[in-house]
Each structure stands twice: as structure tokens, then as C-alpha cells.
């Protein structure tokens, strides 16, 4: 099973709610990423937990604050966004045997 | 400054033919190279992984190779059908060891169009 699921599928906020996207994995990867994908774009790296340990950051704004619960598990927790910030968040996790990265389908988010 | 770029950002090719897609990049000493599909609106799906010290990876139709020294990848696609029609990424990582490892930088992408 390579599967990486996400929830919400879609999400529609406003600037001033507090929101949380969800990833889920269950290979035993213990890498997990979150993406940024703006349209006709390719996937931006924002944030990698290694071993549930923020490991990289890529200068993302504050309103955008990762948290590994447990090695399955990974959210982002939203706040106060910007309506640039719609776009398609990316979760992925890596096997540490392979190095492949394996995403999730997404969660669509749009900033009213 | 690192660069990583797909030459076309669109491919147009018939039913049938080998379709040739191409990955340069400059700056990087990567540990590896992924090549990955992405249909609209979905997350990217792994297709291929090929290490500094590998020349080529096959998978069924699909075929990529790795020149470290021109700092290029060809991804090739045989016998291609409509349903290969996606956007295909190259995605190179940091480098072995440090915290870069396994941190992923996609290229822009190529549309590829298979028509019937």
C-alpha cells in the first residue's frame, strides 16, 4: 500500500477563520512533506518533519503552522490567510528505504 | 543559482510513437532524480527514481536515463497512448547528506498530448 490520504478534499475559508488540512500514512515513512501548488506551477516545498521533528522550513509565513502528532500523522493549521494563499497543499511522505516520495491527492484551498 | 528546467512545456505527439521528454539542470549534485505524472487538479504520482550512479531505469513503457556529466535526464515513454496525456515533472533532490537530503525541487513541468 503506497497510499497517502489528505482531508479536506476541498476547502473554502475566510481570512479571518482557523482551519486545519490533515495527511495520513501508514507505510512507515517517517519524512513527511507539505507542498504549495499554485496553478500551471510545480510543486514549492514548505515545510519537511523528519522523525516528527520540524527538520526544514522554507521561510513560510507564520500563518501556516505545521504539526507531526505522531509518525502517521501530519497537519497544517491555517490562520488569518491571504487570498494568494489559494491553492493546492500537497502532502507526501518518503520512504526512507527507496527514497521515493509518494503525495497524497491534495486539498484544494480557497481564500475568500 | 540553482536551475532546473524542462525544455518543452508542451508536447504534442501521435498515438503509437515514443514520446521524449528532457530534464537539465545546473548547480545540483544530486543523490537522485524522480520523474513523476500529474493529472489536473491531482498530486503527483511516482513513476520512476534513477540514482547518480545509475545510467538508465526501465518500467514497462517507460524509460529514463541519468548523464551526470551533461547534468540531463530523458524520460521516454514507447508505444504511448491517449491515456499518457498528464503533465510530467522531474523532481531532483538536495544532495546526500545534510538536511537537503530528500528535499525535492520539481521542474516546471511538460505537457505531454498523446493524440488518437
Known amino acids: 500500500d503506497t497510499e497517502v490520504t489528505q482531508t479536506p478534499k476541498h476547502l473554502v475559508m475566510g481570512m479571518t477563520n482557523k482551519k486545519s488540512l490533515k495527511c495520513e500514512q501508514h507505510m512507515g515513512h517517517r519524512a513527511m512533506y507539505w507542498y504549495k501548488q499554485k496553478a500551471k506551477k510545480p510543486p514549492e516545498l514548505m515545510f519537511v518533519y523528519s522523525y516528527e521533528k520540524l527538520s526544514i522550513n522554507e521561510s513560510v509565513p507564520s500563518r501556516f503552522s505545521p504539526e507531526c502528532p505522531n509518525s502517521s500523522l501530519l497537519n497544517l493549521h491555517l490562520h488569518a490567510l491571504q487570498p494568494e494563499d489559494s491553492a493546492l497543499y500537497l502532502c507526501?511522505?518518503?520512504?526512507?528505504?527507496?527514497?521515493?516520495?509518494?503525495f497524497g491527492p491534495g486539498t484544494r484551498l480557497t481564500v475568500l | 543559482s540553482q536551475k532546473i528546467e524542462q525544455n518543452s512545456e508542451a508536447l504534442n505527439i501521435q498515438e503509437g510513437k515514443t514520446a521524449t521528454l528532457t530534464c537539465n539542470y545546473t548547480?545540483?549534485?544530486?543523490?537522485?532524480l524522480q520523474w513523476y505524472r500529474q493529472d489536473p487538479g491531482r498530486g503527483p504520482v511516482f513513476l520512476l527514481l534513477i540514482r547518480e550512479n545509475e545510467k538508465e531505469k526501465r518500467k514497462e513503457r517507460l524509460k529514463v536515463t541519468f548523464d551526470t556529466t551533461l547534468k540531463q535526464s530523458l524520460f521516454h515513454i514507447t508505444a504511448s497512448q491517449p491515456a499518457d496525456s498528464a503533465t510530467y515533472l522531474c523532481a531532483l533532490d538536495g544532495g546526500a547528506g545534510g538536511t537537503s537530503y530528500g528535499k525535492l525541487t520539481f521542474g516546471q513541468g511538460t505537457i505531454l498530448t498523446v493524440h488518437p
Open positions: 507526501a511522505s518518503r520512504s526512507s528505504g527507496t527514497d521515493t516520495q509518494y
Open positions: 548547480n545540483y549534485s544530486p543523490a537522485y
